[in-house]
């Protein structure tokens, strides 16, 4: 079992993020992590399956409600290094995850950025931006550069 501070749960995401960034893709990285335990691992995979819905943080949730043989995430954490969309945040509400962590903001598109949490989660759950911000925002602006 690894340390249960955000920061090192987030630094895996980060390396995710790194793998997609190799592979071409937007370079965002989560896990789910459930009792302690890192359940489930996704990156960005949009071009490689030609899925506009294959998003890191919709491919952990499917591998970790596979592993945990349910359709809620209730006891579970959500980390991605880019806050989640508005298709990965109803994702994230439908699978009842208790608490998300993410870097980078995204003013554009982000959920938490520009919607009322509220409207779609449950009051319980714990949301938290910021960790390791300086990091995926660095990753992020790298590939966007490159791509110009």
Same mark, same amino acid.
């Given at each position: 079992?690894?340390?249960?501070e955000?920061?090192? *749960?987030m630094?895996? $995401?980060l390396? #995710?993020?790194?793998?997609a960034? =190799?592979? !071409?893709?937007?370079?965002?990285?989560?896990?789910?992590? $459930?009792?302690?335990?890192?359940?489930? +691992?996704? *990156?960005n995979? &949009?071009? +490689? =399956?030609?899925? $506009? &819905?294959?998003?890191? %943080?919709?491919?952990?949730? &499917?591998t970790? $409600?596979?592993a =945990? !043989? @349910?359709k809620y #995430?209730?006891?579970c954490? #959500? *980390?991605?290094?880019l %806050?989640?969309? &508005?298709?990965?945040?109803?994702?994230?509400a439908?699978?009842?995850?208790g %608490?998300?962590y993410y870097?980078a903001?995204?003013l /554009?598109?982000?959920f938490?950025s520009n919607?009322?949490?509220t409207?779609?989660?449950s009051?319980?759950?714990?949301?938290k931006?910021?960790v /390791?911000k300086?990091?995926? @925002?660095?990753l #992020?602006?790298?590939?966007f550069? +490159?791509?110009?």
């Amino acid at each position: 079992m690894i340390s249960k501070e955000p920061d090192d *749960y987030m630094g895996i $995401c980060l390396r #995710l993020a790194e793998e997609a960034f =190799l592979d !071409g893709e937007i370079p965002v990285g989560a896990i789910v992590v $459930c009792e302690g335990r890192i359940i489930a +691992k996704a *990156y960005n995979q &949009t071009e +490689k =399956l030609h899925d $506009c &819905t294959a998003h890191a %943080e919709v491919l952990a949730i &499917t591998t970790a $409600c596979e592993a =945990l !043989g @349910s359709k809620y #995430l209730s006891d579970c954490q #959500l *980390y991605v290094s880019l %806050e989640p969309c &508005t298709m990965c945040a109803g994702a994230i509400a439908w699978s009842q995850i208790g %608490e998300i962590y993410y870097g980078a903001e995204d003013l /554009k598109k982000g959920f938490f950025s520009n919607f009322d949490k509220t409207k779609i989660f449950s009051k319980k759950v714990k949301v938290k931006g910021g960790v /390791k911000k300086m990091e995926s @925002s660095e990753l #992020l602006q790298r590939f966007f550069r +490159k791509l110009r």
